[in-house]
């Protein structure tokens, strides 16, 4: 069955950089555009970033635009989310979520990863 | 960036109480809306998608409306398991914005 699997979150100090991981199973990944969303503890989902099934396509929402980058690797189905200056406000449990080939609806969730950026 | 506003932000309702959730985007977004519902420590879970459309698997006691800017999510008889925060996002933009939450608890 379809799967993501989040994986790199931990503790890290502000200023600070962290990469997290996305292993995908179950479905094509290469053929898949896939996303970054967020959620801060107590707080709702913010979407993070967009990257089209073959890395063409990137978009980031402004909060993290020029600090967090996405990138995939289709040949290890794997998503990556590269988090660089991380700020107190970058805290949250982060979920890659997968978005259908057809009308572009996210219907698949991982379980998430927590980021804590605390000194 | 496209806005969504939903309401109320909570709603305390009963077992069998049916349940109106309302999403109002900044713009049109034709009915590319999507609702998930959420339990705690849990990952979103996929309800409905273009605005009316019942996800494989959703029971038939949900169901979705609107297009343009004005949406709904109605519950017909809400279940014990049903208690959740629900969020509206659009993905009319790649740029996609969810809706505050709506939080369902027992009255």
């Known amino acids: 069955q379809v799967q993501l699997v989040e994986s790199g979150g931990g503790v890290v100090q502000p200023g600070r950089s962290l990469r997290l991981s996305c292993a995908a199973s179950?479905?094509?990944?290469?053929?898949?555009?896939m996303h970054w969303v967020r959620q801060a503890p107590g707080k709702g989902l913010e979407w993070v970033a967009f990257m089209s099934y073959d890395g063409d396509k990137k978009y980031y929402a402004v909060s993290v635009k020029g600090r967090l980058t996405i990138s995939r690797d289709n040949s290890k189905n794997t998503l990556y989310l590269q988090m660089n200056s991380l700020r107190t406000e970058d805290t949250a449990v982060y979920y890659c979520?997968?978005?259908?080939?057809?009308?572009?609806?996210?219907?698949?969730w991982g379980q998430g990863t927590l980021v804590t950026v605390s000194s | 960036d496209i806005q969504m506003t939903q309401s109320p932000s909570t709603l305390s309702a009963s077992v069998g109480d049916r349940v109106t959730i309302t999403c109002r985007a900044s713009?049109?977004?034709?009915?590319?809306l999507a609702w998930y519902q959420q339990k705690s420590g849990k990952a979103p879970k996929l309800l409905i998608y273009k605005a009316s459309n019942l996800e494989s698997g959703v029971p038939s006691r949900f169901s979705g409306s609107g297009s343009g800017t004005e949406f709904t999510l109605t519950i017909s008889s809400l279940q014990p398991d049903d208690f959740a925060t629900y969020y509206c996002?659009?993905?009319?933009?790649?740029?996609?914005?969810f809706g505050q939450g709506t939080t369902v608890d027992i009255k």
């Open positions: 996002q659009q993905y009319s933009s790649y740029f996609r914005t």
């Open positions: 713009q049109s977004i034709s009915s590319w």
């Open positions: 179950g479905f094509t990944f290469s053929s898949y555009a």
């Open positions: 979520a997968r978005e259908r080939i057809v009308g572009a609806t996210v219907d698949c």
